[in-house]
């Protein structure tokens, strides 16, 4: 099967690992859409925990990239930063609303 996201080689970062993290968080979404795929929309027990794992996983990416940038003393890292919480607070958002049931499994949140 074909991935539904794939990891553009335009935006590769290979330092220390960064590259690594991205296409983990790539792979981590396409088990999900084939999940989504595979349940036509329905509430596979599996999407929950691929929206946990990759929230922690995007976490996780996004501490190591920081810490990389700030020994790096990166001009950008504040605005940068401010994306990595604005991209985590959205995810935090959708997993309270799936988990709440005030948000549905759709293809909207593969956008």
């Not at 607070?89 to 799936?98: A, E, L, N, P, V």
């Amino acid at each position: 099967m074909q991935p539904h996201y794939v990891f553009p080689s335009s935006t590769s970062i290979p330092f220390r690992g960064i590259d690594q993290g991205h296409q983990q968080l790539i792979d981590i979404l396409n088990r999900a859409w084939d999940d989504f795929s595979d349940q036509k929309g329905g509430k596979a027990p599996s999407l929950n925990r691929l929206l946990s794992e990759f929230r922690d996983t995007l976490e996780q990416h996004f501490r190591q990239e920081e810490k990389i940038m700030w020994d790096l003393e990166y001009p950008q890292l504040a605005k940068h930063m401010s994306n990595h919480t604005r991209c985590a607070t959205r995810m935090d958002s959708i997993c309270h609303g799936i988990d709440a049931g005030t948000i549905d499994l759709n293809l909207k949140l593969f956008d």
